[in-house]
């Protein structure tokens, strides 16, 4: 795990960290790319999500020196995206072998007032067996762009393809809880109906 991802963070408090999924893919060369995924399951009227964050590769490191140094990822200009039930959908049908891109490689696209975002996904063979995960970010303007790209394994995307299969109850309908309620009154009523068709 990199350690810049606790820098300058405050003390997480008992029930308030969110646990992450994460992949953290550092090369020699500095091009590479860490993944970040958070479920947030559905509540009162606003619907579930997994929000998707990705940083590039800000340094090398040296692992082998007798102080290793771990390589850090740019947290600052991470690009942050959030998925909804429908969008999720199309990521699993990707990892399940379904397909093998997002909308036949046109991607999924987000649109805010600032920026839109493009996200892609694809099964690759050449030149590596895997699946490339992309997020291109476009002000309205078209004067800022950035984009992040990682690479998963078979087996990674996988796991990541089960983790989000298994999130869907939960971003569909909350975690599930106890609510008291009062079946007086539709007992009374199924009473009734068994009544007057007896009757």
């Known amino acids: 795990m990199n350690e810049n991802t606790t820098q300058g963070a405050a003390p997480a408090k008992v029930g308030q960290y969110r646990p992450n999924l994460a992949f953290y893919h550092a090369n020699a060369k500095g091009t590479g790319c860490a993944l970040k995924l958070s479920l947030h399951p559905a509540h009162d009227d606003t619907d579930g999500c997994i929000m998707m964050t990705m940083a590039n590769q800000l340094t090398i490191g040296d692992r082998m020196s007798p102080n290793p140094v771990f390589p850090k990822f740019d947290w600052d200009g991470r690009l942050t995206v959030k998925l909804d039930f429908s969008d999720l959908t199309r990521i699993v049908q990707v990892l399940r072998g379904e397909c093998e891109s997002i909308e036949d490689g046109k991607g999924l ?91």
């Not at 299969?165 to 009523?189: C, K």
């Open 109 to 199: 696209y987000h649109r805010t007032a600032r920026f839109y975002t493009r996200i892609a996904l694809r099964h690759m063979v050449e030149p590596m067996a895997g699946y490339s995960l992309e997020l291109y970010r476009t002000s309205n303007d078209g004067k800022d762009e950035s984009n992040a790209r990682i690479i998963l394994s078979d087996a990674e995307a996988l796991g990541l393809g089960l983790a989000i299969e298994n999130s869907f109850g939960v971003i569909s309908f909350g975690i599930p809880m106890l609510v008291e309620h009062d079946t007086t009154a539709y007992r009374r009523e199924a009473r009734e109906a068994r009544n007057a068709a007896a009757a």
